[in-house]
């Protein structure tokens, strides 16, 4: 089903309680608007650009985001959990309180993005970019975090036991303000945890 709304833009509006449940939207754009405890649950968005929103309260479980972007949005007390993001950008968004896992999360942009505290154990994040985002505090045990872009990042008290960290980029404050028992690394990594630590190799 076609989109009516599709190609229109919507700025300063109040959604707060909308119910929108199973809706599909299009290249929809929305600027300044608020969605405080709105049903969003298993809405489908495609090429949908929301900036400066309110998505406080909101539930998103089973919704389905695809090229779409929440730009410096503010979620907290939401639920996102079963939903799929794809090729979604967070940047400069706020996430707290939130309930996020189990989801999906493939090839997304969550630069700049706050997300201190929350529970995101066992999630894959595979290829995300988490440069320079807020993880003070975040539990990411058990997670899969391949190919992962923390440059940049806040990670004092960051978990990551047993997480999956090959091949993603870090600071040198990442290999000492983070927790890493059981985290799997390769071997650069395994050497600039090292030097981080004031460490040499020698034989």
Not at 84 to 107: K, N, Q, W
Not at 144 to 167: E, K, M, Q
Not at 173 to 182: E, H, I, M, R
Request: glycine share 10%; charged share 25%.
């Amino acid at each position: 089903m076609e989109d009516e709304f599709a190609d229109r833009s919507f700025e300063d509006e109040n959604y707060n309680e909308i119910d929108a449940h199973g809706q599909r939207w299009d290249r929809r754009s929305y600027t300044s608007c608020s969605f405080i405890d709105a049903d969003l649950g298993g809405l489908t968005t495609h090429g949908v650009v929301f900036t400066d929103c309110d998505f406080s309260g909101v539930d998103l479980t089973d919704s389905t985001h695809i090229g779409s972007a929440f730009r410096n949005c503010e979620f907290r007390r939401s639920r996102l959990w079963h939903s799929t993001f794809r090729s979604t950008s967070f940047l400069g968004s706020a996430i707290a309180d939130s309930r996020i896992t189990p989801a999906v999360f493939d090839e997304v942009d969550l630069m700049l993005t706050s997300l201190g505290g929350l529970d995101l154990r066992g999630l894959d994040l595979t290829g995300a970019r988490l440069r320079d985002a807020n993880l003070v505090g975040t539990d990411l045990r058990k997670a899969t975090l391949r190919g992962v872009d923390f440059g940049g990042a806040r990670t004092s008290g960051l978990r990551l036991n047993d997480a999956d960290l090959r091949g993603s980029i870090a600071d040198a404050t990442f290999w000492t303000s983070a927790v890493l028992d059981g985290a799997r690394i390769d071997t650069v990594q395994a050497l600039a945890y090292v030097h981080a630590h004031g460490l040499t190799v020698s034989d």
